[in-house]
């Protein structure tokens, strides 16, 4: 059974502690909430794999609290230092090459040469962190294919029957993934999952590629189905909908007469729509409405990434 605790320094304790005895602690960061284990110890990552019904050629991002704590394990590049000090604590992730001493376990990088590394700014996380004294390796604290969880309750709606402890820090602020980029290269970075960190913000700081091949994305998560409510279908940028249909709005009211309403933002600011999407989808899934009707956002700086998770989430991209 998974055991909520509340935020406070006592279940930081706790929670650390049963991280390095290799349990599993869900924890808030900044983005989503992250389902978080020991990055050195196999057979927890294999227990991530398995209770979140994860494909193990999906690899982890290993989380730490110090930047200077990841150049241990990963080699930086020049972008990767610019990046870093631009946007850590914070939204990003670098994928680079692992240095071949770093302990982090094979089976979390899906034995590729490279790790996903990431600094969060959250404090329940950076606390966590901290007392654990090394790398905590956590996907988004849902099931494969359901919806990322913002808020500890969609944690314990995801892993309820599963061992785990879930701290509670409260609704995450930025409410979708970290943006994340492949840094290997001295001379350009490339963009594998857009987040709130826009390709605006990253090109004040170094050099944009697009990856060549569109097909086969180097964030292998990239190519799984994302982001699905588990009862209703979902229908994206759509200015109309069926009275039995709940609608999730932006920016002024549509002229719509559905069951249900809700706005993920109603002065059309994508920051906001992006906080809400996840935990506004989980109400709206909640109901019995027929299904969820999406409207349009606009599809410039954040609203990239809000429409790449809802084309996800209407099933036109990614295999199951
Ligand atoms: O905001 C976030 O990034 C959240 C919080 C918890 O940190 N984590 C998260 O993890 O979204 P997850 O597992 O849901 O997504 C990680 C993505 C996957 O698409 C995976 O394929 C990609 O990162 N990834 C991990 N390691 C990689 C690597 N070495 N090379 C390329 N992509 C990698
Ligand atoms: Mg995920």
């Not at 990322?148 to 995801?158: D, G």
């Not at 009211?253 to 996840?278: I, Q, R, W």
């Amino acid at each position: 059974m998974a055991r909520l605790l509340d935020f406070n320094e006592k279940s930081v304790e706790v929670a650390a502690e049963f991280l390095s005895r290799g349990g599993l602690v869900a924890f808030p960061t900044e983005t989503v909430y992250g389902l978080g284990g020991s990055a050195y110890n196999r057979s927890t990552v294999e227990q991530i794999y398995r209770i979140k019904n994860r494909p193990s050629q999906n690899p982890l991002i290993s989380h730490f609290a110090e930047i200077s704590d990841v150049w241990c394990d990963v080699i930086p590049t020049s972008n990767a230092q610019k990046l870093a000090e631009a946007f850590w604590p914070g939204p990003m992730t670098l994928v680079l090459n692992k240095r071949s001493d770093s302990k982090i376990s094979d089976l979390a990088c899906a034995s590729l040469p490279t790790a996903a590394v990431r600094v969060p700014s959250n404090n329940v996380a950076q606390q966590l962190i901290k007392h654990c004294g090394m790398p905590i390796v956590a996907p988004s604290a849902n099931k494969s294919t359901g919806l990322s969880a913002t808020t500890a309750e969609m944690v314990m709606h995801h892993f309820i029957d599963d061992d785990l402890l879930v701290i509670d820090g409260g609704q995450c602020l930025v409410g979708i993934e970290s943006t994340i980029i492949d840094a290997r290269c001295e001379e350009y970075v490339t963009v594998l999952r857009h987040g709130v960190i826009t390709n605006n913000d990253i090109s004040d700081v170094c050099v944009i590629r697009q990856s060549e091949n569109k097909q086969k994305p180097i964030a292998p998560g990239m190519m799984y189905k994302h982001y699905s409510p588990k009862n209703h279908r979902v229908l994206i940028n759509s200015e109309i909908c069926h009275s039995d249909d709940a609608y999730l709005d932006f920016g002024h009211k549509h002229n719509v007469h559905s069951k249900y309403y809700m706005n993920l933002s109603e002065s059309g600011d994508l920051h906001e729509a992006a906080s809400n999407l996840f935990t506004m989808l989980y109400e709206l899934d909640k109901t019995d409405c027929n299904n969820i009707v999406i409207a349009p956002i606009p599809n410039a700086g954040v609203g990239v990434a809000i429409n790449d998770k809802l084309i996800r989430a209407s099933g036109f991209v990614g295999v199951q």
